[in-house]
């Protein structure tokens, strides 16, 4: 599908939920949701989802951004995890 239309956001961000949730492949899905990310800005799923994986790699601070993001854009699990996770 991604080489049918690979400016279709949801065929990245659906292949990095598989790689995160199913391989542990966390920079592997992060790759795939900054691509969704570069090709629709404004959904939050995106930010939210790689904030996971980034959180997954160790990397608390990249993962705070993006779920601040998430959370700007009106993902209400990511004001949650803002306000639990980074202070």
Known sequence: AIEI??????Y?????VLK????EDFNGAM?????A???????ADFYHHRAICKEGVGDLRG??????KAADLGHQ???EWVRDDCN
């Open 5 to 10: 239309d690979p400016n279709f956001a949801s």
């Open 12 to 16: 990245f961000f659906n292949r990095g």
């Open 20 to 23: 995160y949730e199913y391989l």
């Open 31 to 35: 790759a795939d949701f900054t691509k």
């Open 37 to 43: 990310i570069e090709i629709d800005p404004n959904d």
């Open 63 to 68: 993962a705070c951004a993006d779920w601040r």
């Open 77 to 79: 699990d990511a004001a």
